[in-house]
Nanobody
Framework: QVQLVESGGGLAQAGGSLRLSCAKP??????????MGWFRQAPGKEREFVAG????????DYADSVKGRFTISRDNARNTMYLQMDSLKPEDTAVYYC????????????????WGQGTQVTVSS
């Protein structure tokens, strides 16, 4: 079992920034073999892919809606993944979830094996 713990959510104004973190505190599976990603779900909407990153951090993918504004990264020495969110918009308001899987395909396709509990991001206009 892989436990994922998100943090860093909160309230921001439009145009502002927030940084989310996703930590894997237990050493059940080596962190650097896991592809990871971020998803979000707004009220009344389906969960959607936001960004994904390969185990080494070399490959990254973003949803069109966040390209140029969000940056995904990871620090394998700290077993932590990040999502830097800049130029926030009210439509970015959602619960953000981190996900992990042995393949980037699994993450990007929303079929990751492991999920965090989510952290709320609210952007005011």
């Amino acid at each position: 079992q892989v436990q994922l713990v998100e943090s860093g959510g909160g309230l921001a104004q439009a145009g502002g920034s927030l940084r989310l973190s996703c930590a894997k505190p237990r050493r059940t599976i080596a962190f650097n073999i896991l592809a990871m990603g971020w998803f979000r779900q707004a009220p009344g909407k389906e969960r959607e892919f936001v960004a994904g990153i390969g185990g080494s951090g070399g490959s990254k993918d973003y949803a069109d809606s966040v390209k140029g504004r969000f940056t995904i990264s990871r620090d394998n020495a700290r077993n932590t993944m990040y999502l830097q969110m800049d130029s926030l918009k009210p439509e970015d308001t959602a619960v953000y979830y981190c996900a992990a899987d042995r393949t980037i395909t699994g993450v990007v396709g929303g079929k990751a094996d492991y999920w965090g509990q989510g952290t709320q991001v609210t952007v005011s206009s």
